[in-house]
Structures are given as C-alpha cells and as structure tokens.
C-alpha cells in the first residue's frame, strides 16, 4: 500500500490498471471512433482529451475518499446514474439521425469532440465504481495530498493519452478513409450502443 511517501511500485501497478481499463471497449472507444471519422485527428484528440479531463476529476474524488461517500450516497449517485443515462441518448439519438454527411475533408469540430468526450466520462457512474474498486487497494487515510494529485493526475494522463492515440493513429491511415465510406452505419452502430447502455442505466438505477 502506499504510505508517507509514494511507493513507485504501486504506482506502476495503478498505471497498469488504469491503462487496460482505458483499453477496453466501450462506449468511451465508440465515440472517440466516431468524431474521429466525422471530424478528422482534430476533432477525435479533443474527444480523447476531454475524456480524459473528466477521468482525471473521478480519479480526484477517488483518492479524496468523496467518491466512496458519492457511491454510498443513494441522492448523489441516482442523480449520476440519470444524467449518464440522459447524455448517452442525447448522443446515441444525434448519431442515428445522423445521415453521414457529418465527415469534414479537414480537421473540425474540436469544442464538440472535447464535450462528447467529457461528457461521456464525467457521466459515468461505472467510471465511479471503477475507481472505487481499484483505488481502495492502495490508498490509506494518511496518505499526502501532493501523492493523491499525482495518482490522480496520472490515471487522467493515461486514459487521455489512450483515446488521443487511437484518433492520431487512425487519422494517420487509410483506415480513415475506409470508415468515413461507411459513416453512416457506423452512426447508426454507435448510437444504438449508446441507447442500449443508457437503458442498461435505468433498469439498474431502477
């Protein structure tokens, strides 16, 4: 565990954790996919590095101690549970209404990506559980505010660091080319993951 100082091993054992859980598939991966297509390497940076901001401040209540009293919190953590719900149909519907002819010949759309993106993680209640499940192995009580920001700051890095990859990488390649030829159903796909994870939402909020 870590104590008066920060215990450089852990530390990796945290990062390790934080990089495969940013390296699942989920609807995280599918958005930052999304804008990429539609807005280029621009607009899907953004959207990793708004994801990653909003993975930074549930990372922060984690190792604050907040975010186990927000996941015990009946009020705090239903209130979380609809607005995750509310925003993944508010996303899940523009994209199935999308007809594909959202994709840009340049860059764009860079404020939009960053909101998605924040959005979607920030909104999150799983990302909540997450960190709850896995901050609570390593972090003690006495442990020093400037280790808590440091642990903090570095699962926010990496999930970032993730998303911002994939768009550069895919943005980079043909394979951009090969997606934005089939926009729309890849629309069409997305929102309807989307739609089907908000309900999976409110069955469990109910």
């Given at each position: 565990r870590l104590r008066a100082a920060m215990d450089s091993a852990v530390l990796a054992q945290i990062g390790v954790v934080c990089v495969l859980g940013?390296?699942?598939?989920?609807?995280?991966?599918?958005?930052?996919?999304?804008?990429?297509?539609?807005?280029?390497?621009?607009?899907?940076?953004?959207?990793?590095l708004g994801h990653g901001i909003g993975f930074f401040f549930y990372a922060l209540l984690a190792v604050s101690g907040l975010a186990v009293v927000m996941a015990t919190g009946d009020t705090v953590f239903w209130a979380l549970q609809w607005g995750g719900a509310a925003v993944l149909v508010?996303?899940?519907?523009?994209?199935?209404?999308?007809?594909?002819?959202?994709?840009?010949?340049?860059d764009s759309g860079g404020r939009e990506g960053f909101v998605?993106?924040?959005?979607?993680?920030?909104?999150?209640?799983?990302?909540?559980?997450?960190?709850?499940?896995?901050?609570?192995?390593?972090?003690?009580?006495?442990?020093?505010?400037?280790?808590?920001l440091?642990?903090?700051?570095?699962?926010?890095?990496?999930?970032?660091?993730?998303?911002?990859?994939?768009?550069t990488v895919i943005a980079g390649t043909p394979l951009l080319d090969i997606l934005r030829r089939h926009a729309w159903a890849i629309d069409r796909a997305v929102?309807?993951?989307?739609?089907l994870l908000a309900v999976a939402l409110l069955l469990r909020a109910f």
């Open positions: 940013a390296m699942s598939p989920g609807p995280s991966l599918a958005v930052v996919l999304r804008n990429t297509v539609a807005g280029g390497r621009l607009r899907g940076v953004m959207t990793g508010w996303l899940g519907w523009q994209f199935l209404l999308s007809e594909g002819g959202e994709v840009a010949d340049h998605a993106g924040f959005l979607v993680a920030f909104l999150n209640p799983k990302i909540l559980a997450f960190f709850v499940a896995v901050f609570s192995q390593f972090i003690e009580p006495g442990l020093a505010l400037n280790d808590r440091v642990i903090a700051l570095l699962a926010g890095v990496i999930d970032a660091s993730w998303y911002m990859l994939v768009a929102g309807s993951l989307l739609l």
